[in-house]
């Protein structure tokens, strides 16, 4: 920028933070050409002269701080070469006085440091830190745990499971109740239980029983003392004689004897009775002997008639329609066999014996009486004899089935007659039907 030509004396001023130029003239081309552009491109030219000599002022104070850092660089690298030399001699000095302190404290053997750490952490050492933190610790434990016995212990308000110990101890009270009263309700319905098991095994032992008759029955699959009490109560409905099956009812003390017969008591009241047990089974003598005289006795009976169903069966291994002790009898019935013979001799044995020996009886001709057992006793006999051949024989059985026939007849015969000889002697003329099989 070239020196401005003063027409007159400029004045040139500061007030405050405004320049005040008066009569200068700048002649600088540059300045010139410029406020000439702008002026005429419609700029005022007074704002582009501030723009310029503002522009101007700032490259200016630009230069002048340039020069400025250069000289300050310049007196900070001279400064820094004298600081470094002087920093680098004290440096060694105190790099050699601090090995040396460093090895006064850190040295591996003789060092203060492992002097100390040996006196504080040694094991031989009396007030090494591990022993005095394993007192403290020791102490502080022992403590804590006494403080936390006695905390946790207590009932009052110290205690932060006051609450829950006693609602705990509260709970399993009413636990332990309850439990009980559980138990008791389960043991009382064991109880039943058991009752009940016993009811329903004592029931099913009865079935049991029941369905073992059935399965040895031999009168088409019902139990025998049923076949039994329909044979008798047949040949006892013929004679006018009450008939009862009281296999499951309780006598006089117990349930011996299955049929009991009431001898006249379709008419009135009976004038005897005779008790049969019907048995599927072999019986020793003596205990058959014995059953009969308990069934007798419970059930009020003047007679007692032991029936089984082959003959192999009858008590002691004996013949059948022999008497016992003059009041008791063994017969043989088998329902295969569809005959009621021997049951029928046996039943009329059975009724004019209770009938002799009735004070009713008196006019009874005995020996007429006994002459016509005997003889029907001969044709059973007679007809054992012979279902015995036909058992044998291969050949001749119709004939032998007509002689048995009339063997039968003549044994219904003989017991005709008997029935004839108890009406004549007891005075009794009401009709007796017979019904022959």
């Given at each position: 920028?070239?020196?401005?030509?003063?027409?007159?004396?400029?004045?040139?001023?500061?007030i405050g933070d405004v320049v005040v130029a008066d009569a200068l003239a700048v002649r600088d081309r540059c300045a010139v050409e410029l406020v000439r552009e702008r002026s005429e491109a419609g700029a005022d030219p007074a704002e582009v002269l501030i723009d310029a000599i503002e522009i101007g002022a700032r490259v200016l104070s630009r230069e002048r701080a340039e020069v400025n850092a250069d000289f300050v660089r310049t007196e900070f690298e001279k400064v820094s070469r004298e600081v470094e030399g002087a920093f680098t001699e004290k440096a060694r000095t105190v790099a050699e006085l601090l090995g040396?302190?460093?090895?006064?404290?850190?040295a591996p053997e003789n060092g203060q440091l492992a002097k100390e750490l040996e006196r504080l952490f040694g094991a031989e050492s009396a007030v090494a830190v591990?022993?005095?933190?394993?007192?403290?610790?020791?102490?502080?434990?022992?403590?804590?745990?006494a403080d936390l016995l006695k905390q946790f212990s207590s009932a009052d308000a110290h205690n932060p499971l006051a609450d829950f110990k006693a609602g705990t101890m509260a709970a399993m009270r009413l636990a332990s109740e309850q439990q009980n009263t559980s138990l008791?309700?389960?043991?009382?319905?064991?109880?039943?239980?058991?009752?009940?098991?016993?009811?329903?095994?004592s029931e099913r032992e009865k079935q049991l029983e029941v369905a073992a008759e059935h399965a040895r029955s031999t009168a088409k699959g019902?139990?025998?003392?049923?076949?039994?009490?329909?044979?008798?109560?047949?040949?006892?409905?013929?004679?006018?004689?009450?008939?009862?099956?009281v296999g499951d009812l309780s006598g006089s003390g117990g349930r011996k004897g299955d049929v009991v017969v009431g001898v006249d008591g379709c008419a009135g009241p009976s004038r005897a009775r005779i008790v049969l047990e019907a048995k599927n089974a072999y019986v020793p003598k003596n205990k058959a002997v014995a059953e009969l005289d308990a069934a007798m006795e419970q059930r009020d009976a003047d007679y007692g008639v032991w029936v089984v169903p082959s003959e192999d069966?009858?008590?002691?291994?004996?013949?059948?329609?022999?008497?016992?002790?003059?009041?008791?009898?063994?017969?043989?019935?088998?329902?295969?066999?569809?005959s009621t013979l021997g049951l029928e001799v046996a039943y009329s044995l059975a009724r004019a014996r209770t009938l002799t020996a009735s004070d009713e009886g008196d006019g009874l001709d005995a020996t007429a009486l006994r002459t016509e057992l005997e003889r029907a006793l001969a044709a059973m006999d007679d007809v054992r004899r012979i279902k015995s051949q036909l058992t044998a024989a291969t050949g001749g059985?119709?004939?032998a089935r007509k002689i048995l026939d009339e063997m039968a007849e003549r044994v219904r015969g003989h017991l005709h007659q008997i029935d004839a000889l108890v009406v004549a002697g007891t005075g009794d003329d009401s009709p007796v039907q017979r019904t022959l099989v």
């Open positions: 920028m070239e020196a401005a030509t003063p027409l007159r004396s400029p004045r040139v001023a500061v040396k302190r460093v090895d006064d404290v850190f591990q022993h005095q933190l394993r007192a403290v610790m020791a102490e502080q434990s022992a403590q804590m745990r008791k309700a389960l043991n009382e319905q064991i109880a039943g239980l058991k009752h009940e098991v016993v009811k329903l095994q019902r139990p025998y003392e049923e076949a039994v009490f329909d044979a008798v109560d047949t040949i006892a409905r013929a004679r006018g004689d009450d008939c009862d099956a069966l009858l008590p002691g291994r004996g013949a059948q329609l022999r008497e016992v002790n003059g009041n008791k009898l063994f017969v043989v019935y088998d329902p295969e066999d569809r059985i119709e004939a």
